[in-house]
């Protein structure tokens, strides 16, 4: 079993095993420089995990190897709500109980 840190500020999502008493890294996945990933989930069934960009306004697909903990990034997405010229920030991902949907957030800087 793997604990996944999002680390924003460094564009790497971090694997941890867990075991009694202790904590280690084994795995540091790095993403591309000014990703900025915020939020992640996971599928249920398979081994998928969902990152969503708050830099780059995009979610991020990668299978999650089960062995090692390491994730192979297979496809993105943008976010519906990138145009118009108030930037946006993706926020937060979510997968369905089923798998079948994910719910993503993003959110603007107007009315601050």
């Known amino acids: 079993d793997f604990a996944f840190v999002v680390d924003l500020g460094c564009d790497v999502v971090w694997t941890f095993t867990l075991g009694p008493g202790n904590i ?13 990933p915020r939020h992640m989930s ?31 990034m297979i496809n993105q997405v943008d976010l519906s709500s990138v145009e118009g ?7 937060e991902v979510l997968v369905g109980d089923t798998g079948e949907f994910l719910y993503v957030s993003s959110r603007s800087d107007i009315g601050r």
């Open 24 to 36: 280690e890294m084994v795995q540091r996945n790095q993403l591309n420089n000014g990703t900025g």
């Open 85 to 91: 010229s108030n930037p946006k920030y993706g926020s």
């Open 42 to 72: 996971f599928h249920p069934q398979a081994n998928l995990a969902f990152i969503v960009a708050e830099n780059l306004n995009i979610v991020q697909i990668a299978r999650i190897n089960p062995d090692e903990g390491s994730l192979t």
